[in-house]
């Protein structure tokens, strides 16, 4: 039986979030055996408890590298927020 370690970043994917317009966002590229990276991105909210919870999870384009993917899940974040916004202030204002 192979042993992992779970400090190991090969096996655990070390996420860093931003905040944006009061969300937490954060991206990350899922690898492909296609010899690329799929983009994927979530947007997380603290709830007036103090928690934060998911909700979006956004899976995006394949590209040739991480770091790459990696951005556009980010901006995929950013482009999620800010139409739930529009469409807020569509139906108050």
């Known amino acids: 039986m192979k042993e992992y370690s779970?400090?190991?970043?090969?096996?655990?994917?070390?996420?860093?979030?931003?905040?944006?317009?009061?969300?937490?966002?954060?991206?990350?590229?899922?690898?492909?055996?296609t010899n690329g990276f799929t983009s994927v991105a979530i947007v997380y909210e603290r709830s007036q408890f103090g928690s934060v919870i998911q909700?979006?999870?956004i899976e995006g384009a394949l590209f040739e590298t991480k770091e790459r993917a990696e951005q556009h899940?980010?901006?995929?974040?950013?482009?999620w927020i800010d139409k739930q916004k529009a469409e807020f202030n569509r139906r108050v204002g």
């Open 6 to 33: 779970f400090l190991n970043a090969s096996y655990i994917p070390a996420l860093t979030a931003y905040e944006y317009r009061g969300y937490i966002i954060s991206a990350w590229a899922r690898p492909e055996s």
């Open 55 to 57: 909700v979006q999870r």
């Open 73 to 79: 899940g980010l901006g995929l974040c950013k482009e």
